[in-house]
């Protein structure tokens, strides 16, 4: 008999999920020290729910700085000014509250806190050489999953590209994620990052399967497709598919937003171990050149990448087709898994998700530069369940910026 089965779980010491579970912020923090420091953004300063966890740590006799200067998509500077910061305020544990952004930040803090020289030191996989200080992961979106992931992803200035650092000792020790502080989260923010994540999962979920070794798991940080992935990833999609268009049209629908947490943070988890492909590879110079916000980008691709990725594919997009609840009795298997890309597409479109890398404002003579970029990001490009080299990237490129998906499977 041959065992086919291979899982890879790396996730926080702790996840705590559902309504009211930011109070137990202070019996969280205080295991791990007095002294917090929190990564936010200027939000913080106008969100009473967020104000009050502070306070709740100052109340239990523990010493908080604050700071508010995230800003989204993490220039190098600003990681730079918060560890400075933080360096100064001596922490014994960082909290982070907020969007991806904020997580991110907080996670690159712990590290420069921890490890002498610059970050440019840990980018890739495994660079990060021990622990970093303690880290306690608050969302307050249902989008990156960063508060379970091993990843962190900033602007580099020198390479006019986002960029990642990815270690397993990046993962929060604690993950908090309480969907009451998604309410306020505007429309179009729940639209992009519910996209994002329900691209982490179906990006997670058809990775591509690597060859087993005994040491796939310690020399990697993303194995590709395997058994654990898939079980997070299959209850990202569901939670997504059922409510995502619920929670972007009606913020108060409390239900909705719980379930898009969920599936966020199974997202999260599935591309944690199985990594992510195709359209993140070509997200990152698109959003270089467009300074568009990165979910809005994977998902802009992730219908071209399903139709470029179609033939390698087809029992997945099948099941995504089932999950959606699109799925005929009589439908072939291919019949069935074209209906699963179209589900996805059909989703981003009524949520406001932009169609084409032209719509997404993608200057049509920067087409070969983003095709160029993206094959230099090879972890990703080598996860893609097709195989892609630099002439189907230029197709793949060429056919988003068109909005045309027609013949990409071929």
């Not at 390479?159 to 990815?166: F, L, N, P, W």
């Not at 195709?278 to 300074?291: E, F, L, M, R």
Request: aromatic residues 6%.
């Amino acid at each position: 008999m041959t065992m086919t089965n291979f899982g890879v779980s790396r996730s926080p010491r702790l996840t705590l999920f559902g309504a009211k579970q930011r109070f137990a912020l202070p019996d969280v923090v205080k295991e791990f020290g007095n002294r917090v420091f929190i990564c936010s953004d200027l939000r913080f300063l106008q969100d009473p729910n967020l104000l009050a966890m502070a306070d709740s740590l100052r109340e239990q006799g523990m010493t908080v700085d604050v700071y508010t200067g995230t800003i989204a998509e993490l220039p190098l500077d600003c990681i730079t000014e918060a560890s400075e910061r933080a360096a100064e305020f001596e922490p014994d544990v960082i909290v982070a509250i907020g969007g991806g952004s904020c997580l991110d930040l907080a996670k690159l803090v712990a590290l420069s806190l921890a490890h002498a020289g610059p970050i440019s030191n840990f980018y890739g996989e495994f660079k990060v050489p021990g622990p970093v200080l303690p880290l306690v992961a608050i969302p307050t979106t249902s989008g990156t999953g960063s508060e379970v992931t091993p990843v962190a992803v900033l602007a580099d200035p020198v390479r006019d590209t986002k960029i990642g650092v990815s270690s397993p000792h990046l993962i929060p020790m604690v993950a908090i994620c309480d969907p009451e502080l998604t309410r306020t989260c505007p429309r179009s923010l729940t639209a992009i990052a519910g996209a994002d994540a329900l691209t982490h999962a179906i990006e997670s979920f058809t990775a591509v399967r690597k060859p087993v070794t005994p040491n796939l798991g310690m020399t990697q940080v993303f194995v590709g497709k395997n058994t654990v992935s898939d079980m997070y990833a299959r209850a990202a999609i569901k939670a997504l598919a059922g409510n995502l268009e619920r929670a972007v049209k009606n913020g108060e629908d409390m239900e909705a937003r719980e379930q898009v947490m969920f599936g966020a943070m199974s997202a999260g988890m599935a591309f944690a171990q199985a990594g992510t492909a195709a359209a993140h590879a070509i997200q990152y110079p698109v959003g270089a050149a467009t300074h568009t916000a990165h979910g809005t980008g994977v998902a802009a691709l992730m219908p071209y990448v399903m139709e470029f990725n179609l033939k390698n594919c087809i029992p997945e997009f099948a099941e995504i087709a089932e999950m959606f609840g699109v799925a005929e009795k009589g439908d072939s298997a291919e019949v069935q898994a074209r209906k699963g890309i179209d589900a996805v597409a059909g989703l981003f479109a009524r949520i406001g998700i932009p169609s084409s890398l032209a719509e997404l404002g993608l200057p049509e003579d920067k087409k070969a530069w983003v095709a160029q970029q993206a094959m230099q990001a090879a972890r990703l490009v080598n996860n893609n369940p097709r195989t892609l080299d630099s002439e189907s990237m230029v197709r793949l490129v060429n056919a988003a910026f068109a909005g045309k998906r027609a013949g990409l499977s071929d």
